[in-house]
C-alpha cells in the first residue's frame, strides 16, 4: 500500500493548509460530506477538499493533497467533463499533467485523503471517469498537454475493477478496451452511462473543425463489457463537450451542450441505443462566444457555465416528452469568474471559477432560478465530485 497519506489535522495544528469561511466554523465531525476539486498551486496540482454540512454549504478548503507536478491551468485548450469521479467514499482522479497517463483512486474521510492505488490508463491523456456497479471506465482523450489534438492519436476508453479483500486495488480489464481509432486527431470530452447500465455514451470533441463532433453509443453486457464496435453514432455534432442524463416515463433522455454554438440538444435514447432528436435550445445569444462547455442537472433543471461570460445559463425539462427549453440566458452572474466545472446537489448549484480558484454556491429555486449565497475561500481550479461520508 502507498503511503501517502496526508492527515488534514495536521494541517488543522499547524494552521498552514487551512482556510475557513467564517471564525466559527464546525467541527470535523459534524462534516456529512465533502467537495474535491483540482488546485493549481503554483508549483504543481493538489487535490482539494472542502467540507460539507447539513445546510448545503462548504467550508475551507480544510486540506490540499498534493497528486504531481503538473499544473491543472496548463491544459486551457480543450474543455474536459467530469475530471475526477466519486463512488461511495472513494475517489477516483486523472494525475496531472507530467504524469498523464495514470489514474488513481483514494479513501477519503472528513479528515482527508489516502491515496490507495495508481494504475496506467491504457491510453493517451485519461480525461474523464465514469462508473456502473465495481467497473471503473476511463476516456482517454488523446490530447497533447496544450490541449491541441494533432498528433495524441485516437481517443480510447479502458476500464477497471475495484478488486482486493479491502477494495484498494485497481485491475485493468484488458477485454473492456475500445480504441476510437475513427477519431484520431479529433479528442473526447467525456465518458457516461446510462442510468440502467446498458449503454456507455462517449463525446467526441472533434478539433479538426465545425461540426466534427460526434455521440459514440456502445452497449454494454450483464458484466459491464463495451460492446466491439459501437452501437450508434451521431455525428456531425458542433464540438460536444458535456452531457447529463434523464429518466422520464421509463424512457432515457440525453442532454448534450456543444461549445460550438452553445446550443443544448436532447435526446431520447432508444432500445437498441440509437438517439432520437428530441430539441434544440441556443444558451446563449453570443453563440460560440459563449464558450458552454459544463453541464449539471437538477430535478427537471440543467445549468451550463459560459466561461468567457462568467456565467450560468438554464434550461427546464418537460417531463412529459423529455424536451429541454431555455430558462434564462443569464441565470447567475454574481461571484462568477470564468465558472468551469459545475455539480448540482440537495437544492444547491456549486460551481468552479478558474480565475480566482473559488468555488461559488446558488441556491436553486422551486423554479429553477438562482439565488447567490457565497463564495468560498481559494483552492479550486477544475473538476469537482462530492462525496458523502454519511
Known amino acids: 500500500m502507498k503511503l501517502s497519506f496526508l492527515p488534514i489535522f495536521i494541517s488543522l495544528l499547524s494552521g498552514a493548509l487551512v482556510r475557513s469561511t467564517d471564525e466559527d466554523s464546525l467541527s470535523l465531525t459534524d462534516a456529512t460530506s465533502a467537495i474535491f476539486s483540482y488546485f493549481d498551486s503554483g508549483s504543481g496540482t493538489d487535490l482539494s477538499m472542502y ?5 448545503g454549504l462548504l467550508e475551507g478548503p480544510r486540506g490540499f493533497f498534493p497528486i504531481g507536478g ?38 477519503t474521510n ?14 493517451n491523456f485519461p480525461c474523464s ?6 467497473v471503473i471506465y476511463v476516456l482517454n482523450c488523446a490530447f497533447n498537454d496544450d490541449g491541441t489534438a494533432d498528433g495524441a492519436g485516437a481517443p480510447s476508453v479502458t476500464a477497471f475493477r475495484v478488486e482486493g479483500r479491502l477494495k484498494k486495488n485497481l485491475r485493468r480489464l484488458p477485454n473492456f478496451s475500445r480504441a ?37 453509443v456502445f452497449s454494454l453486457n450483464s458484466f459491464g463489457q463495451p460492446s466491439k464496435e459501437p452501437v450508434y453514432v451521431l455525428d456531425s455534432l458542433n464540438q460536444p ?15 448534450a451542450v456543444t461549445q460550438g454554438d452553445a446550443t443544448m ?4 435514447v432508444e432500445e437498441n441505443g440509437s438517439l432520437s432528436f428530441v430539441s434544440s435550445a441556443v444558451g446563449s445569444p453570443d ?12 430535478g427537471n433543471y440543467l445549468y451550463g457555465t459560459n466561461a468567457p461570460l462568467s456565467s450560468v445559463s438554464s434550461w427546464v425539462i418537460d417531463p412529459s416528452d423529455g424536451s429541454a427549453s431555455l430558462l434564462e440566458v443569464d441565470a447567475a452572474t454574481e461571484g462568477l469568474k470564468a465558472p468551469v466545472d459545475v455539480l448540482a446537489s440537495d437544492s444547491i448549484l456549486y460551481v468552479v471559477n478558474r480565475v480566482g480558484g473559488t468555488i461559488t454556491q446558488f441556491e436553486i429555486a422551486d423554479d429553477g432560478s438562482l439565488n447567490y449565497l457565497i463564495e468560498t475561500g481559494v483552492g479550486a481550479t477544475g473538476g469537482i465530485a462530492l462525496v458523502n461520508f454519511e
Request: with cysteine; aromatic share 12%; charged share 15%.
Open 180 to 216: 476510437l481509432t475513427e477519431y484520431e486527431n479529433q479528442g473526447g470530452s467525456q465518458i457516461g452511462i446510462t442510468p440502467n447500465g446498458k449503454f456507455l455514451i462517449v463525446a467526441i470533441l472533434g478539433k479538426s473543425s465545425p461540426e466534427a463532433g460526434a455521440l459514440v
Open 51 to 55: 467540507l460539507r454540512f447539513d445546510d
Open 241 to 255: 463537450v458535456a452531457f447529463e442524463f434523464a429518466v422520464y416515463n421509463g424512457k432515457t433522455f440525453v442532454y
Open 70 to 107: 503538473g499544473s491543472i491551468l496548463g491544459f486551457s485548450g480543450s474543455p474536459i467533463s467530469k475530471l475526477i469521479l466519486s463512488e461511495g467514499t472513494r475517489l477516483f482522479v486523472r494525475d496531472p499533467f507530467e504524469n498523464a497517463n495514470t489514474v488513481s483512486m483514494y479513501d
Open 265 to 268: 440538444l436532447a435526446y431520447r
Open 287 to 298: 453563440g460560440p462566444g459563449a464558450g458552454l462547455c459544463w453541464v449539471a442537472r437538477y
Open 110 to 123: 472528513p479528515y482527508g485523503a489516502l491515496l490507495l492505488d495508481t494504475a496506467d490508463s491504457g491510453g
Open 129 to 134: 471517469l465514469a462508473s456502473s456497479g465495481d
